[in-house]
């Protein structure tokens, strides 16, 4: 007979253990219900101190046969054990479940999990998302020593169609290491580049396994794979980009041993392609690229080697003067005339890429004398951008160069605007705005259009200026004068703008040295320009005497009116200036001149016109101007 618990008894000792129940319950029946409380109650003590006693000499046991800290190594790998049997599982969601609990878990690479995951690796019996399931978990396992066939599995999959596969494969593939290096490179020599497919529009066959054959190559670094990601390049240059800008993360990473690996490794490639060739140029300029993230100076003469050989083509010197932005932090002439010779390419597209290296660089006088060749550039774009980069420095440097594009601009107007209009936006920004090499410039030019233009430009702020600025301006006026410049007038008129009185001072001094040395035609010209700043009556007197000098004293009423002798001369008897007392003295003025001005006055009704006519009548006496004068009175007394 069973029991419900699945065990079986005797029936005969059934039966005696049952009558021997009855027989104890019918003795004890006579017992006060107390005894039967203590009983129980004795029982469950003993039980309790059973359990008690049991459990101790258990962990009593464990104790003695296990170590003192116990791992829970065992625990994982059983479970490891039971995940990697759910990879072949027909269920194709539990098999992804399984491969990312595995990758997980964690452990090496080894036996079952190892032949577990290449199985799930097999593109003809599985789908993509069980593949990159694995795939992460290949590249989240312990790699070292990983078999040959889970291996061959990752490296296949670097050329699957799904993106999303060949991305997880790059991961795995790194993830095992070194190993994968040398058969990545044969593979990398047979990838088919057929170009079938990039006739309408698609990538060509085996493009993207390569490319993904050197994201791996250029993650692990050393010299065998950059050696094979430059072989690649020539083999195919549209790699080129990917190739650089897996580098370009390597060196951001790489400690000085490994930079300096690279750089020779470089170098050496470089010194075994020296000259141009259409199927190494984009390897070569790749190269340089990466050598430009290395900011080494040291490459600093192989790249103004290549930055300035014309006969490379654009993309080579292009990349070297890229370069030369990371590499060189400073502007030694070698870098300059490398960089200037590539801004004056043909080709705009370099010429701006030179700019905008030199514009990196830090502004100097050399610096900024190179940004003013540019500036006279034909190119106007060229031009612009060279004015640009002076106008955003904060230096004096730039403000000196700009000066000197607007003085020698001569009649291009354009050019000399686009530096006046830098000049303008410093002074704005509260920067030199080059207005002390404007005045040098302008004391020192012999073109009065530039004389006028530099005028032009600083006639609105000279009257802010310091006074010693002012003083400056007033000497810098006076050297124009005495060296016979062209911009010495509009020096001193600017001067005058800033500070009539000081100006008019110093004009005077000029016009009593010119007196002094006899040069009429200096001391006219100081005297016209002293006019229009602060004259005094003297100051007028003497200029009337050159206007009557080159008056041609035509007394008829037309002709007189535009006599600006005659203007000033009656200016001056208004002003109480004793101007015949003045004339008596004057050994310079002929009787004919005085004749002129006494008859214009008496034609005008000033009695100063009959003192000029008896002055001529005393000077003349029976001439035939004295005869004149003495009728021309007799007719005005009537």
């Excluded at 050329?159 to 095992?176: Q, S, T, Y």
């Excluded at 703008?497 to 040395?517: G, M, N, P």
């Excluded at 002293?530 to 003497?542: A, C, G, M, Q, S």
Aim: net charge positive; aromatic share 2%; with cysteine.
């Amino acid at each position: 007979m069973s029991r419900p618990g699945g065990t079986s008894a005797p029936t005969g000792a059934k039966s005696a253990k049952s009558a021997k129940s009855a027989k104890n319950a019918k003795g004890s029946s006579a017992k006060p219900a107390k005894d039967t409380k203590s009983v129980h109650a004795k029982d469950t003590k003993t039980s309790n101190d059973t359990k008690t006693s049991n459990a101790k000499d258990a962990h009593a046991r464990d104790t003695k046969s296990s170590p003192a800290k116990a791992s829970p190594t065992n625990g994982t790998a059983a479970s490891r054990g039971g995940v990697v049997g759910l990879l072949a599982s027909s269920d194709p969601e539990v098999r992804v479940a399984a491969a990312v609990v595995l990758g997980e878990l964690g452990g090496d690479l080894q036996g079952p999990v190892a032949r577990a995951l290449a199985a799930l690796l097999d593109p003809d019996a599985h789908d993509t998302l069980a593949q990159r399931a694995a795939l992460r978990a290949v590249a989240k396992l312990r790699a070292d020593g990983v078999p040959d066939e889970l291996r061959a599995a990752v490296l296949n999959l670097l050329g699957a169609r799904d993106e999303g596969v060949r991305e997880a494969a790059v991961e795995a593939a790194v993830a095992i290491g070194k190993d994968v290096v040398v058969p990545l490179r044969k593979r990398l020599e047979n990838v088919p580049l057929g170009a079938a497919g990039a006739l309408k529009g698609m990538p060509a066959p085996g493009a993207a396994e390569k490319r993904a054959i050197e994201t791996v190559l250029s993650r692990l670094g050393g010299k065998e794979a950059l050696g094979a990601l430059l072989v690649g390049i020539i083999d195919d240059p549209a790699s080129a980009r990917t190739v650089t800008h897996e580098l370009r993360a390597q060196i951001k990473d790489a400690d000085g041993n490994a930079r300096r690996a690279l750089r020779a490794q470089l170098e050496a490639f470089l010194a075994a392609h020296p000259k141009p060739d259409a199927k190494t140029d984009p390897a070569r300029a790749a190269a340089l690229k990466v050598l430009g993230h290395l900011e080494d100076e040291r490459i600093v003469p192989l790249l103004v080697k290549h930055a300035k050989n014309p006969k490379e083509p654009d993309e080579v010197r292009q990349e070297a003067v890229i370069a030369l932005r990371f590499a060189a932090h400073s502007a030694d002439a070698s870098v300059l005339g490398a960089l200037l010779d590539a801004a004056k390419a043909q080709s705009s597209t370099l010429a701006q890429t030179a700019l905008l290296t030199l514009g990196a660089l830090p502004m100097s006088a050399k610096v900024a004398a190179a940004f003013r060749e540019l500036a006279s550039h034909p190119d106007v774009a060229r031009a612009h951008l060279a004015i640009r980069r002076l106008a955003s420095d904060k230096s004096a440097d730039g403000a000196a160069a700009l000066a000197a594009i607007v003085a020698d601009a001569g009649r291009d107007e354009q050019r000399a605007q686009l530096a006046a209009d830098a000049l303008a936006e410093r002074r704005v920004a509260g920067h030199d705005d080059g207005a002390e090499a404007l005045v040098t410039h302008l004391a020192a030019t012999d073109d009065a259009r530039t004389a006028a233009r530099i005028r032009h430009l600083l006639r609105p702020v000279a009257p802010s200026w310091p006074s010693s600025q002012k003083k400056k301006l007033l000497a810098s006026a006076r050297k124009a004068l005495d060296a016979g410049r062209v911009g010495w007038r509009e020096a001193y008129d600017l001067a005058a703008h800033a500070d009539a009185k000081a100006t008019a001072k110093d004009l005077r001094e000029a016009v009593a040295a010119a007196r002094k040395s006899r040069k009429r035609d200096r001391e006219r010209e100081l005297l016209g320009l002293l006019l229009r700043i602060d004259p005094t009556p003297e100051d007028r007197y003497r200029l009337a005497l050159f206007l009557l000098a080159e008056s041609k004293l035509d007394p008829k009423l037309h002709a007189r009116r535009g006599d600006e002798a005659l203007r000033l001369f009656d200016r001056l008897a208004r002003e109480d200036f004793d101007l015949s007392g003045a004339l008596r003295k004057e050994k310079n003025v002929s009787p004919e001149q005085l004749y002129y001005l006494g008859f214009c006055f008496v034609e005008e009704g000033n009695d100063l016109g009959e003192e000029l006519l008896r002055l001529v009548v005393e000077q003349a006496g029976r001439k035939k101007i004295g005869k004149a004068a003495k009728n021309k009175l007799e007719l005005a007394a009537r």
